[in-house]
């Protein structure tokens, strides 16, 4: 008991955001405005691991919907925040590396946020993500 009244003085708050994509809509919107979709959502780390990869429309489809997840997770939406100031960097273990940066950033600390946890699932067409921040 009192490991969960430290948590509650200590105000321990926990922050989720949650979203679902479609790989086809994401592939659609890529054909549709090429380089400018890529450059306007992606970093340049993101954009270098895409070009490298043969699951391509895939990997877009999940770092899209994991910067919706973070963006809602921030409690803003992309209401002030950009896209390229999340930054998704996966690992060859499956692990991910979530960097904010200038407002995104910014927003994060203002809710209290130390760390953000994330996953993804795929099941036919669909992409599904959840952020999650302690």
Do not use: P
């Not at 391509?56 to 803003?76: Q, Y």
């Not at 946890?117 to 999650?132: G, K, L, N």
């Amino acid at each position: 008991m009192k490991n969960f009244t430290n948590i509650v003085n200590n105000k321990c708050e926990i922050h989720a955001g949650i979203d679902t994509e479609t790989v086809s809509r994401i592939q659609k919107l890529n054909d549709d405005l090429g380089e400018y979709f890529l450059k306007h959502i992606y970093t340049n780390k993101e954009l270098e691991i895409y070009r490298n990869l043969k699951t391509r429309t895939s990997f877009l489809s999940c770092i899209f919907s994991m910067k919706e997840s973070i963006s809602k997770l921030l409690g803003t939406g992309f209401n002030g925040i950009r896209w390229r100031e999340i930054s998704i960097e996966y690992h060859k273990n499956k692990s991910a590396t979530i960097n904010l940066y200038e407002n995104g950033l910014e927003r994060f600390r203002d809710i209290g946020g130390n760390k953000i946890h994330s996953s993804f699932s795929f099941w036919q067409d669909e992409v599904i993500t959840i952020a999650i921040s302690e």
